[in-house]
């Protein structure tokens, strides 16, 4: 294979990545009013390979923004909802005993799909949000000594209430840190509320909503998105915003949180139709990759404000 073929294939692999970006973002937006920045995060974190999580008040549309987004990918999507009786088994699998063959079967848990919704994620025991903890890093699941593959692509999106914290469980940083992205929706303007309820009193529009990439289209538009040219000058600046938020916070940003920016800002290139990222991909994403991350030593400054104070004062050289 020439040089000259070699690009072509890229670039149209890019160009496919990228309409299956913005084929998603439409999709999505057919049931969900507003919201489109959030929306466009999510979808950067599913061509980044990431997790999301969507934390809000009850009723803002965090289940259906995630339900739309599994919808719109033609793969096994299944639903977990967590509660407090909900066992570590009930999510990755358990074996079970048949009597007809006298062994042990193995019979898997939700885990095993393409997109997997967690819905309201913090009303289980931390022993059961542990279950998520290897399929999210690894893509697999260790049950009785043996290892299980989890079908790729593979996508955990989580939803968790700000309200009624007493009947709820933190998320303990090893899960959070997991996640490329936490967002928060927020209500609606006041003309999108309207729309919505225009569209809703009726039919609800999931319900006819059809998927618009098959799972080998998605496959190909990650493989792409990862191919995305990120130069030392950009892994750089992304050391540095990490760097920032440890020198200023009792807990800062991980490794692992570095890496998930940059994903991020690939996906963000791609989204944009560009085969490089530059800084303001690593500017837009890191508000939603990076604060989740972070526990800062004073009630005075939140971990929102802390990484907006690191790219106001990190240059980029």
């Known amino acids: 294979m020439t040089d000259t073929t070699a690009s072509q294939q890229s670039d149209s692999a890019l160009r496919d990545a ?13 049931v969900i009013v507003g919201h ?14 990431g997790h999301v999580l969507l934390e809000d008040v009850p009723g803002v549309g965090k289940t259906m923004v995630a339900r739309s987004v599994a919808a719109s990918v033609d793969g096994e999507f299944k639903r977990v909802q967590f509660t407090p009786d909900l066992l570590p088994t009930d999510v990755t699998g358990v074996n079970v005993y048949n009597q007809k063959t006298q062994e042990f079967e193995f019979r898997p848990g939700p885990i095993f799909a393409n997109v997997v919704l967690g819905d309201e994620i913090n009303r289980a025991p931390p022993k059961t949000q542990s279950a998520l903890l ?12 043996t290892t299980r593959e989890i079908p790729q692509p593979f996508t955990v999106i989580a939803t968790q209430n700000t309200v009624e914290q007493h009947k709820a469980y933190d998320l303990p940083m090893a899960e959070l840190d997991r996640f490329m ?7 609606p ?14 039919n609800h529009p999931i319900e006819a909503l ?4 098959t799972l080998e289209e998605l496959q190909a538009a990650r493989e792409a998105v990862a191919g995305v040219t990120v130069e030392e000058p950009i892994r750089a600046y992304a050391t540095r915003l990490a760097a920032y938020t440890r020198e200023h916070a009792r807990l800062g940003v991980s490794p692992r949180g570095s890496i998930n920016l940059l994903r991020a800002a690939q996906g963000r290139a791609v ?3 560009r085969d490089y990222v530059v800084p303001d991909d690593v500017q837009t994403e890191a508000p939603v990759v990076l604060p989740h991350r972070i526990r800062t030593d004073s009630s005075d400054q939140t971990a929102e404000q802390l990484v907006t104070a690191a790219l ?3 240059a980029v050289e």
Do not use: F
């Not at 990228?18 to 057919?30: C, F, K, M, Q, Y």
């Not at 290897?134 to 000594?145: H, I, N, T, Y």
């Not at 992205?181 to 209500?187: A, N, P, S, V």
């Not at 006041?190 to 009726?202: I, N, P, R, S």
């Open 18 to 30: 990228s309409r299956l970006a913005t084929g998603v973002i439409e999709n999505v937006e057919e």
């Open 36 to 49: 489109h920045e959030a929306i466009e995060h999510i979808v950067t974190a599913l061509l980044g390979r």
């Open 134 to 145: 290897e399929a999210m890093e690894e893509g697999q699941v260790s049950a009785d000594g």
């Open 181 to 187: 992205t936490k967002l928060r929706l927020g209500y």
């Open 189 to 202: 303007e006041a003309d999108e509320e309207t729309a919505m309820l225009g569209e809703v009193v009726g």
């Open 210 to 213: 059809e998927p618009v990439a």
């Open 271 to 273: 989204l944009d139709g």
């Open 312 to 314: 106001d004062r990190v």
